[in-house]
């Protein structure tokens, strides 16, 4: 069922695919969709990669996003659970 929410249903299924959070991938694909792809792409991510964060950092980062469950998480684990969120 396609989500109205959603802008480029499409892209959004391809970013999630590679891993991006269902936040990122939507505020991704709807960008796309209002200034289009290549706008989108010259702006680029602002966010290095979850792996060179420290744990207490993506400790962090979990807990701005609700999520539970994740203080005794390893850190591939907890990298893990923010990408699929």
Known sequence: MP???????????????????????????????????????????RSGSYDAWTVAELRKRAKELGLSGYSNLPKDKLISKLRDY
Do not use: C, F, H, W
Request: glycine share 12%; net charge positive; aromatic share 2%.
């Open 3 to 45: 989500n109205a929410s959603i802008k480029n249903e499409e892209m959004y299924r391809d970013l999630r695919e590679e891993g991006n959070s269902k936040e990122k991938a939507a505020r991704i694909s709807n960008a796309a969709a209002k200034r289009g792809t290549s706008a989108v792409g010259r702006k680029g991510g």
